[in-house]
């Protein structure tokens, strides 16, 4: 029911741009963490590992990438090419554990709705809503070389002393490597995003240069 509902209120707005895709896939993570918690701590689990599985294949696989994110299928050709999506994750779970209905429920109603690519976004967010749920902090820090061990140990001090950070049961800082934020650094935390790269710094001064021309 959760899923359906938040099926009806994301179809209603094709075409968006990136922000608001990003809008969309959260309102199926809700709706997905709210099914699962609404059954038992055990079944968050359950699903926290079966999108695990899903993130990893993504990731590994090519051809599964190249199915989630191609719009010209058709809705029987997306179900054919889904249950055999089912089947591969099936074989491939620890203990051979099949992935659970409430799994399979989202990425029914992902393809129905012709959303398939907005599955990564999904994880992504019902893995922050899970973190939440456990007291867990989960940061990302980018730069464009590895940081110093003694740089993020004194991140991890900072945040920790902040609104967030005392919040949190447990902090877990990574260091992300992305050449094109050029120098500085972006920290992604919850749903707050600060950014000190050089990147975003030439991006506003390009802006401003093409606004006074």
Same mark, same amino acid.
Request: aromatic fraction near 4%.
């Given at each position: 029911? !959760? #899923?359906?509902?938040? =099926?009806?209120?994301? $179809?209603?707005?094709?075409?968006?741009?990136?922000?608001?895709?990003?809008?969309? /896939?959260? @309102?199926?993570? *809700?709706? $997905?963490?709210? =099914?699962?918690? +609404?059954?038992?701590?055990?079944?968050?689990? +359950?699903?926290? =590992?079966?999108?695990?599985?899903?993130?990893?294949?993504?990731?590994?696989?090519?051809?599964?990438?190249?199915?989630?994110?191609?719009?010209? !299928?058709?809705?029987?050709?997306?179900?054919?090419?889904?249950? @055999?999506?089912? /089947? +591969? #994750?099936?074989? /491939? /779970?620890? +203990?051979?554990?099949? $992935?659970?209905?409430?799994?399979? *429920?989202?990425?029914?109603? #992902?393809?129905?709705?012709?959303?398939?690519?907005?599955?990564?976004?999904? $994880?992504?967010?019902? *893995?922050?809503?899970? =973190?939440?749920?456990?007291?867990?902090?989960?940061?990302?820090?980018?730069?464009?070389?590895?940081?110093?061990?003694?740089? !993020?140990?004194?991140?991890?001090?900072? #945040? @920790?002393?902040?609104?967030?950070?005392?919040?949190?049961?447990?902090?877990?800082?990574?260091? @992300?490597?992305?050449?094109?934020? !050029?120098?500085?650094?972006?920290?992604?935390?919850?749903?707050?995003?600060?950014?000190?790269?050089?990147?975003?710094?030439?991006?506003?001064?390009?802006?401003?240069?093409?606004?006074?021309?």
């Amino acid at each position: 029911m !959760l #899923l359906s509902t938040a =099926a009806r209120s994301a $179809i209603a707005a094709p075409g968006l741009g990136r922000r608001a895709a990003s809008a969309i /896939a959260l @309102k199926y993570s *809700n709706a $997905i963490y709210g =099914a699962a918690i +609404k059954q038992s701590p055990q079944a968050l689990n +359950k699903v926290h =590992a079966d999108l695990a599985l899903v993130a990893n294949t993504i990731a590994t696989q090519s051809e599964v990438s190249a199915f989630l994110n191609n719009p010209t !299928l058709s809705a029987s050709e997306r179900g054919s090419a889904l249950t @055999k999506f089912f /089947a +591969k #994750l099936d074989s /491939a /779970a620890p +203990k051979k554990d099949p $992935i659970s209905d409430t799994t399979k *429920n989202l990425l029914s109603v #992902l393809s129905e709705n012709g959303r398939l690519g907005e599955t990564q976004g999904v $994880i992504e967010g019902f *893995n922050e809503l899970v =973190a939440q749920y456990r007291g867990e902090l989960d940061v990302i820090v980018t730069s464009a070389t590895p940081l110093a061990k003694d740089v !993020l140990s004194r991140l991890e001090t900072t #945040l @920790k002393a902040s609104q967030a950070g005392q919040k949190a049961k447990t902090l877990k800082v990574t260091n @992300k490597v992305n050449p094109s934020v !050029l120098g500085g650094i972006i920290v992604d935390f919850g749903d707050k995003t600060i950014d000190l790269s050089v990147q975003s710094r030439v991006t506003k001064l390009n802006n401003a240069l093409q606004q006074s021309v």
